[in-house]
């Protein structure tokens, strides 16, 4: 088994850090090159930088405060929100990320996706798929857009294998129902992307405990977790997470 990767999530609004609950009721978090500091610190594998009003508010991401990121840490960064053309994808490598996250403009636009990878590869290349549960669809999990605006009537786990057809690596599912909500992540969806796709899948939404870290690696065949609200906020460092982990038997690069 690999190590799993804890990857620490800067989602950004107006140049700072924010957290919300559900994809609202944001707060003011930190500043995104002392967070990021901090966070490598401790012993962060990655960090992912999501400017999470970039696509409805139609603009590219604020690459002024990436390069700021990039060249304060040493470790990978993933930079999503607002990334919908080759453009995009080139003007966040130039301004220090490793990989592109791209969301909405993936739905819309699969095309893209698959000219991103051709041209960067795939390895630089993220599917970022929010979800929230309908009933009705067979994975009991929906597709939005739009920064979980929009609902799209698309299944998340058949729109998770027809992204694996355009060659990106990674998957992230984030959950709106378990957003900030530090009850779990949604195991479902992270273990039946992981499973039919045969992908990297990130956990994403929801982090709370120790435990939920845990299943997360176990019961969710996540190969990667992402956190934000229990790092912000002090509830847990890096390192802890990564010790508890190493002391379930999970491999970590501690």
Excluded: W
Excluded at 31 to 60: H, M
Excluded at 75 to 85: A, D, E, F, M, S
Excluded at 190 to 199: C, F, K
Aim: net charge neutral.
């Amino acid at each position: 088994m690999e190590p799993v990767i804890i990857i620490p999530c800067l989602d950004m609004k107006n140049g700072r850090v924010v957290k919300g609950v559900h994809f609202v009721e944001l707060v003011d978090a930190a500043d995104p090159v002392e967070a990021a500091k901090a966070y490598c610190a401790s012993g962060a594998d990655e960090l992912a930088f999501l400017d999470i009003t970039a696509t409805v508010e139609n603009r590219q991401t604020m690459f002024d405060v990436l390069k700021k990121v990039t060249a304060a840490v040493k470790v990978p960064v993933t930079v999503g929100g607002g990334i919908r053309k080759l453009q995009d994808v080139e003007n966040a490598l130039k301004s220090g990320a490793s990989a592109v996250s791209i969301s909405s403009a993936a739905y819309r636009d699969p095309a893209f996706v698959r000219e991103a990878v051709k041209q960067f590869g795939g390895n630089r290349v993220c599917i970022a798929i929010d979800v929230d549960v309908n009933e009705a669809l067979p994975s009991k999990r929906e597709v939005y857009i739009d920064g979980g605006r929009t609902a799209t009537g698309k299944d998340a786990v058949e729109f998770a294998k027809e992204m694996k057809d355009t060659g990106a690596a990674r998957i992230l599912p984030t959950s709106k129902a378990c957003d900030g909500a530090c009850t779990g992540y949604d195991l479902v969806v992270t273990r039946a992307i992981a499973e039919q796709t045969g992908l990297s899948v990130i956990a994403s939404g929801g982090a709370g405990t120790l435990e939920h870290f845990y299943q997360a690696a176990t019961e969710g065949k996540a190969s990667a977790l992402l956190a934000a609200s229990v790092f912000h906020f002090g509830t847990f460092t890096v390192k802890q997470v990564k010790e508890y982990l190493a002391s379930r038997g999970i491999p970590v690069k501690l």
